[in-house]
């Protein structure tokens, strides 16, 4: 996250005895319990990871380069193959998926920026003053909300309503990252484990679930790829800071009762092209074209009258995925029907000079774009198109008998999800509704996993927009990192998820999940299945990941 503060504000803090970019020390944090300190006989602890790439991840540890997250987590427990993130791949979208179990487009935090046509507000959470504005921005319960009555902790979570004690590291972890001291983001995280034993010893009890999160491969990510030896680097960091924290548990007596999962949010594709989506708007379409933020503090009024200056507002957030809102009558909160969206005319279009005359649909102009990967076009609540630079698609969804069903056609042209190639997906393009469950195992193995139930989920929130681009390999709509998220390939979508605790088998796998079961599968394995909330997108592993001790080491045609 991109936090803008002063130099001089920083040098200024520094002065004035913070010490605060000394580098921390690399080392197991002290945790200490005083006798009397009541500690829960099941407790669990979340390792968030961002931008964690399943094939960095995945070689590192082969490689015998990650021997801590191997002692504690994969030799110790079940591991997830075929994890796949919430889309949009991005990290506030996710971040809120692992804390309320709903996907992005029913919790309504589609992304680092989002527009709301409604509320007329254009949020971006990448400023110091903005960051912590996302529990404000979404309703759904949170974990930390839905067992309450237990002590909870946070480090450096954006998402952290209702916990007990939230560890922001704000001014000590944002300094540190502003100069590149990346390590020492790290270490902190680390290190507020101290706090965390220093408050239960005052308040006598350890805490029932804590949420930590190593911010650090995104950030290198970013600026470096993937291929680059930061963006390695903090990977390796990491595992040292997992081993540092899981061997003073183990010390403490804390670690065999606690469930601990190691997650992340997205993968990363290397962006060395990129095409600014909102400047071929406004300078190529001749469209008017709003794209920063702006509303949240704002009279209605104004807001009003700030949006009316525009036709379309782009939002690109990480770059990889861009949602395109369109106002083609007065007011913004009305939504374009499908015959508005493909032929929206405030735009100079390019006129075909051979044959009759005829302007081309939007939807289309942006398709050939050579950054384009895939269009989605909001054909209404139960209906979306998809379509490349070869072909079209619809995705449908239909409610029968209180359960999502969900079908996949292509219309025009050559299939643009890639489905029709892989032998189990194309089997479900039949015509025939079928349950999110089939989906996801019938896609797993393709370059676009899990795309027919999730991006129609992903419509139902008007923050969504009316169209959505998502990037090629290799480019970004706009900006000049060397790394971006937000697509659809696969890499960006399946990532690293392990679990480990009591009960779970050793050295042990599981197949096709969604990272949206990250809630509902802790709040089983503590022994808090009653406070999951009713009506989430994900759902407990807890019986699966168990039921391997009877079954064998791995997980062979089980439905999930």
């Not at 680390?190 to 029932?208: C, Q």
């Not at 990491?238 to 997205?266: F, M, N, P, W």
Request: charged share 25%; aromatic share 8%; with cysteine.
């Amino acid at each position: 996250m991109a936090m803008k503060i002063s130099k001089i504000l920083l040098l200024l803090l520094m002065a004035a005895g913070m010490g605060l970019v000394s580098c921390v020390a690399d080392a197991p944090p002290r945790v200490e319990l005083a006798p009397g300190t009541v500690v829960p006989e099941k407790m669990g602890l979340v390792f968030w990871v961002d931008g964690l790439d399943i094939e960095a991840f995945g070689s590192l540890q082969k490689a015998g380069k990650l021997p801590n997250i191997t002692k504690y987590l994969i030799d110790r427990g079940v591991t997830v193959h075929g994890a796949v993130a919430s889309l949009p791949t991005i990290t506030y979208a996710n971040d809120t998926s692992f804390a309320t179990g709903l996907l992005p487009g029913h919790h309504g935090i589609v992304g680092n920026k989002w527009f709301d046509r409604h509320s007329l507000i254009f949020q971006n959470y990448n400023f110091i003053k903005t960051y912590q504005q996302v529990d404000s921005d979404f309703t759904a319960t949170t974990i930390y909300e839905a067992i309450a009555d237990e002590f909870t902790a946070t480090i450096l979570a954006p998402v952290r309503r209702g916990t007990t004690r939230n560890i922001d590291n704000w001014m000590t972890a944002g300094i540190s990252w502003h100069f590149g001291m990346q390590k020492n983001v790290n270490h902190l995280t680390t290190a507020r484990f101290e706090l965390i034993a220093d408050v239960a010893n005052r308040t006598g009890r350890w805490p029932k679930y804590i949420f930590a999160y190593f911010v650090t491969p995104d950030s290198a990510g970013h600026a470096y790829g993937t291929k680059a030896p930061p963006y390695t680097e903090m990977i390796l960091d990491i595992d040292r800071q997992v081993g540092h924290i899981c061997q003073s548990l183990e010390k403490a007596g804390l670690l065999e009762k606690t469930y601990i999962t190691l997650i992340s949010d997205h993968g990363f594709v290397d962006t060395p092209k990129h095409f600014d989506v909102a400047k071929y708007f406004s300078k190529t379409l001749k469209i008017p074209t709003i794209s920063k933020r702006y509303g949240r503090d704002e009279l209605f009024e104004k807001r009003v009258a700030h949006f009316a200056k525009a036709r379309a507002v782009v939002v690109t957030g990480v770059m990889r995925r861009c949602c395109i809102h369109l106002r083609p009558g007065e007011h913004w909160w009305v939504r374009p029907t499908e015959k508005e969206i493909d032929g929206f005319r405030h735009a100079q279009f390019p006129v075909h000079t051979a044959g009759p005359y005829r302007r081309p649909r939007l939807p289309d102009v942006l398709a050939s774009q050579s950054a384009t990967d895939l269009v989605m076009v909001r054909l209404g609540d139960n209906s979306v198109r998809v379509q490349n630079k070869t072909g079209v698609g619809v995705i449908d969804r239909i409610i029968r008998d209180g359960k999502k069903l969900y079908r996949y056609r292509v219309t025009k042209g050559t299939d643009p999800l890639g489905y029709a190639s892989n032998p189990k997906a194309s089997a479900l393009m039949d015509g025939e509704y079928h349950d999110a469950d089939t989906w996801l195992a019938a896609t797993l193995d393709t370059p676009k996993p899990d795309c027919v139930v999730q991006l129609i989920e992903l419509n139902d929130s008007p923050r969504s927009g009316d169209i959505v681009l998502f990037a090629a390999d290799g480019w970004a709509f706009g900006g000049t990192e060397k790394g971006g998220h937000g697509g659809l390939l696969r890499h960006e979508i399946v990532v690293p998820w392990i679990w480990a605790g009591p009960g779970l088998p050793a050295k042990s796998s599981i197949t096709s999940a969604r990272t949206v079961d990250l809630m509902p599968t802790m709040l089983h394995l503590i022994g808090r299945r009653e406070a999951i909330p009713a009506g989430l997108d994900g759902k407990s592993l807890a019986e699966r990941l168990k039921r391997l001790n009877h079954k064998g080491h791995k997980e062979h045609k089980e439905k999930n």
